[in-house]
């Protein structure tokens, strides 16, 4: 006699189930797309498996892709003929020199930069040193010629103060005296 199950259950078993049966085709995919010496990339797995690409980014997938796509390529990529076994190797063996160089380079490139910024730096502080210090004359001259118009301004205020007071002095004589003269004539 069987012992009924949960429909919970029958519904977990049957997920995990087409999960299996999925993840076979998508390995099975993958295993024909590198016997046919296809590009592989997750969108062609998932595509060619008929399945989304979810998946073939789940854990315990994506890394059969992975390894599958940094495995070095047997064809050559023009005409189908397949490479000696070491070319494989030296084709390694090209990219980490070019990735060395590379980075030799890319420090090299910085270096310069540096350098040019520095240099650049002092070019622009001997420009400005050399402006301000034109700068400094002609505000120096304006200052002086500023400095003699206001010596010359002081003089011509005090002959004119001097001037005035004379002639304050004359209008008060003249006040006096048309005093007195009014005083006579009223007399």
Avoid: C, F, Y
Avoid at 48 to 61: I, K, M
């Amino acid at each position: 006699m069987t012992i009924p199950r949960p429909p919970g259950e029958v519904l977990r078993q049957a997920r995990h189930k087409d999960s299996r049966d999925k993840r076979a085709r998508v390995l099975h995919t993958l295993d024909q797309l590198l016997a046919h010496g296809d590009r592989v990339t997750l969108t062609a797995v998932a595509k060619a498996a008929g399945v989304s690409t979810w998946l073939v980014h789940a854990l315990g997938v994506r890394e059969h892709i992975e390894a599958a796509r940094t495995q070095p390529d047997r064809t050559a990529a023009r005409g189908g003929e397949s490479l000696p076994p070491g070319s494989a190797m030296s084709r390694r063996t090209d990219l980490e020199v070019l990735r060395t160089d590379n980075q030799r380079l890319r420090g090299q490139v910085s270096e310069l930069k540096e350098a040019l910024q520095r240099q650049l730096g002092r070019q622009l502080g001997q420009v400005q040193a050399t402006d301000l210090t034109d700068r400094i004359r002609e505000l120096t001259a304006q200052n002086q010629e500023l400095h003699s118009q206001l010596i010359q301004r002081q003089h011509e205020k005090r002959e004119r103060e001097r001037r005035l007071a004379e002639t304050n002095d004359d209008l008060v004589a003249a006040r006096a005296s048309l005093r007195r003269v009014i005083r006579i004539e009223n007399s």
